[in-house]
């Protein structure tokens, strides 16, 4: 098989809560007939994203279409899990003709471009392109440093002083694998912020990439799709904090599956996640809920303290209406307090 003939591949990469499988969906309701299907894997027990994905009604995308591969990093289990998954997408009868990947949060995409090297698939697959997508507000109010200034002070007074943040981390690691990065919610900061966020992401950079702004995630797919990058062939040029065959370590985070109270209207349940949402290393919460007299599910999840609602479905008739949310934080994080939030203490 040339490389012709290759099945293209796009890695959506980013932080918690940036706006990626609001970017997938987009990209599936703009697919305009051409065959896509998509690889989603979470870090966690609850699988959100893929079960947002799978119910989201879009003409032409099936439940076979979205494969899910929960509780795990993608890029740790490369030979286990990711593999194996991207051999049954092209092994059906009609394989697609374009496969989406988005990767958890807290997973580097570079271990995952390398995967595209492996015998089992490198004859068949390349890497079109990866994006990452940010999360404009959260980087304007200083999320992935703590205090940037000072840490560049200090560093500047003693080369050996190391400020090691492992936010800080993930996210340059994912914006330096990066063909195209997509600035997100930038509707939610003005020029003077979304200014000064594009000049820290391009002071990690050492090649241009192009900074998109985007809102909702929505924007022209021909600009994500059909980069013809082949990035598994220019792993040079795409830096990392974590050596070639180094594994990255999750334990900086913590990932939990909490219940939802019943009965709650969305507002209220909203609150109570909002409240939850400003537990001590507290990242991301995202979940489903069952509303009283209404036939849709609820989604709540927050990034921050930045909570959002809507209804995405309707429930099944033999589906459980159990409300669920999956919290990620640092390690440690205070559980005890993001439960007596959602209880109404």
Same mark, same amino acid.
């Given at each position: 098989?040339?490389?012709?003939?290759k099945?293209?591949?796009?890695?959506?990469?980013?932080?918690?809560g940036?706006?990626k499988?609001t970017?997938?969906?987009?990209l599936?309701?703009?697919?305009?007939?051409k065959?896509?299907?998509?690889?989603v894997?979470?870090?966690?027990?609850?699988?959100?994203?893929g079960e947002?994905?799978?119910?989201?009604?879009?003409?032409?995308?099936?439940?076979?279409?979205?494969?899910e591969?929960?509780?795990?990093?993608?890029c740790?289990?490369?030979?286990d899990?990711?593999?194996?998954a991207?051999?049954?997408?092209?092994?059906?009868a009609?394989?697609?003709?374009?496969?989406?990947?988005?990767?958890?949060g807290?997973a580097?995409?570079?271990?995952l471009?390398?995967?595209?090297?492996?015998?089992?698939?490198?004859?068949?697959?390349?890497?079109?392109?990866?994006?990452?997508?940010v999360d404009?507000?959260?980087?304007?109010?200083?999320?992935?440093?703590?205090?940037?200034?000072?840490?560049?002070?200090?560093a500047?007074?003693?080369?050996?002083?190391?400020?090691?943040?492992?936010?800080?981390?993930?996210?340059? =690691?994912?914006?330096?694998?990066?063909?195209?990065? %997509?600035?997100?919610?930038?509707? +939610?900061?003005? /020029? !003077?912020a979304? @200014? &000064?966020?594009?000049?820290e992401?391009?002071a990690?950079?050492?090649?241009?990439?192009?900074?998109?702004?985007?809102s909702?995630?929505?924007?022209?797919?021909?600009?994500?799709?059909?980069?013809?990058?082949?990035?598994?062939?220019?792993?040079?040029?795409?830096?990392?904090?974590?050596?070639?065959?180094?594994?990255h =370590?999750h334990?900086?985070?913590?990932?939990?599956? %909490?219940?939802?109270p019943?009965g +709650?209207?969305p /507002? !209220?349940l909203s @609150? &109570?996640v909002?409240?939850?949402?400003?537990?001590?290393g507290v990242?991301?919460?995202?979940?489903?809920?069952?509303?009283p007299?209404k036939?849709?599910?609820l989604?709540?999840?927050?990034?921050?303290r930045?909570?959002?609602?809507?209804?995405?479905?309707?429930?099944?008739?033999?589906?459980?209406?159990?409300?669920?949310?999956?919290?990620?934080?640092?390690k440690?994080?205070d559980?005890?307090?993001?439960?007596?939030?959602?209880a109404?203490?």
């Amino acid at each position: 098989m040339t490389s012709l003939t290759k099945i293209p591949c796009t890695i959506i990469t980013g932080f918690l809560g940036a706006g990626k499988t609001t970017l997938v969906r987009h990209l599936l309701e703009n697919a305009e007939g051409k065959r896509l299907a998509v690889l989603v894997n979470e870090f966690g027990d609850l699988g959100f994203d893929g079960e947002f994905l799978k119910g989201c009604g879009i003409s032409g995308c099936t439940e076979e279409d979205v494969v899910e591969l929960p509780n795990g990093c993608i890029c740790c289990t490369v030979a286990d899990d990711f593999v194996p998954a991207l051999e049954k997408l092209l092994n059906r009868a009609d394989p697609p003709q374009h496969i989406l990947i988005e990767t958890s949060g807290l997973a580097l995409p570079k271990p995952l471009v390398q995967a595209f090297n492996w015998p089992a698939i490198r004859a068949r697959v390349t890497v079109d392109g990866v994006i990452a997508v940010v999360d404009g507000p959260a980087v304007a109010g200083g999320q992935f440093a703590d205090d940037p200034e000072a840490m560049a002070a200090q560093a500047a007074q003693d080369a050996s002083v190391e400020h090691d943040n492992p936010l800080e981390e993930v996210f340059e =690691d994912q914006i330096l694998c990066a063909d195209l990065i %997509l600035l997100n919610k930038s509707d +939610l900061i003005d /020029e !003077a912020a979304k @200014a &000064r966020v594009k000049a820290e992401i391009a002071a990690h950079l050492p090649k241009a990439i192009k900074i998109v702004e985007t809102s909702h995630g929505k924007v022209e797919p021909a600009l994500i799709v059909g980069l013809g990058a082949a990035a598994e062939a220019d792993l040079a040029a795409r830096p990392s904090h974590h050596g070639e065959g180094e594994d990255h =370590d999750h334990d900086d985070f913590d990932s939990v599956a %909490l219940a939802l109270p019943a009965g +709650l209207s969305p /507002e !209220a349940l909203s @609150a &109570r996640v909002a409240k939850a949402a400003e537990a001590d290393g507290v990242l991301r919460l995202k979940g489903f809920a069952a509303v009283p007299g209404k036939p849709m599910r609820l989604v709540v999840q927050g990034v921050g303290r930045r909570v959002s609602h809507h209804f995405d479905r309707a429930w099944g008739e033999s589906e459980a209406r159990d409300g669920r949310l999956t919290v990620i934080g640092l390690k440690g994080f205070d559980v005890k307090a993001v439960e007596a939030a959602l209880a109404g203490a």
